[in-house]
């Protein structure tokens, strides 16, 4: 199993950026994919998940309104679209394949494989 995040980079308060995670090695769409950061000094969080088909999706209190996530799964990947980008947005970012619900609000997701992380900076 392959995921590789990319697409971050340093953005101003504000702005977007677009998160691509490729995947390989596994029947992609048979899983979620969920998307979680980690932040200097704090936790691993999730950020927003999809389900396997793409008709659901869910997300954080802190960036709904705000992230997008979406895949394609003809192309085996799985994108976030990140607007109104915010200090607090700073951090790696990195995306999972998730075992059972992908709903936060039936508690936390549960990543199985993890892929590299990609760096978002917002800072002005």
């Known amino acids: 199993v392959q995921l590789q995040a990319s697409g971050g980079g340093l953005v101003q308060p504000g702005g977007s950026l677009r998160l691509s995670c490729a995947a390989s090695?596994?029947?992609?769409?048979?899983?979620?994919i969920a998307w979680f950061r980690q932040a200097p000094g704090k936790d691993r969080e999730g950020v927003s998940c999809?389900?396997?088909?793409?008709?659901?999706?869910d997300y954080a209190d802190s960036v709904k309104g705000r992230f997008t996530i979406s895949r394609d799964n003809a192309q085996n990947t799985v994108y976030m679209q990140m607007n109104s980008l915010r200090l607090e947005d700073t951090a790696i970012y990195y995306c999972?394949?998730?075992?059972?619900?992908?709903?936060?609000?039936?508690?936390?997701?549960?990543?199985?494989?993890w892929g590299q992380g990609t760096l978002v900076t917002v800072s002005s």
């Open positions: 999972a394949t998730v075992a059972g619900h992908c709903v936060f609000t039936l508690g936390p997701i549960t990543p199985v494989n």
């Open positions: 090695g596994f029947t992609f769409d048979d899983f979620a």
């Open positions: 999809i389900s396997s088909s793409g008709t659901s999706t």
